[in-house]
């Protein structure tokens, strides 16, 4: 059974910078594509970035692209995602999620699992 736990989220002010973590239980971690996904309070959830089960294939959505950077490390079963330049609009809970399959999508409704969120505040 997959587990997820988000971790790295907080305030800070526009322009700055955070690092948010995804822990898994998973012993075969690799076989599983992990997405980001954000959600702002009165909005849908909205997809953020994805990594492939390889790492090889990043998808990011335009507002990001740029400024956050998926990465993951199979052997420690961790996701991260690095967020520069981060901007007001970019307030939100941000979820980590995996699925079944090492493809990565853009699709929340392709994940399987989900951590239970951790908020990300922007000041201006």
């Known amino acids: 059974q997959v587990q997820l736990v988000e971790s790295g989220g907080g305030l800070v002010q526009a322009g700055g910078s955070l690092r948010l973590s995804c822990a898994d239980s998973?012993?075969?971690?690799?076989?599983?594509?992990t997405g980001w996904f954000r959600q702002a309070p009165g909005n849908e959830r909205e997809f953020v970035a994805a990594?492939?089960?390889?790492?090889?294939?990043?998808p990011y959505a335009d507002s990001v692209k740029g400024r956050f950077t998926i990465s993951r490390d199979n052997a420690k079963n961790m996701v991260y995602l690095q967020m520069n330049s981060l901007q007001p609009e970019d307030t939100a809970v941000y979820y980590c999620?995996?699925?079944?399959?090492?493809?990565?999508?853009?699709?929340?409704?392709?994940?399987?699992?989900w951590g239970q969120g951790t908020q990300v505040t922007v000041s201006s």
């Open positions: 999620a995996a699925r079944s399959s090492s493809v990565a999508y853009r699709d929340h409704r392709q994940y399987n699992y």
């Open positions: 998973e012993r075969t971690f690799s076989r599983y594509a």
């Open positions: 990594i492939s089960g390889s790492g090889g294939s990043t």
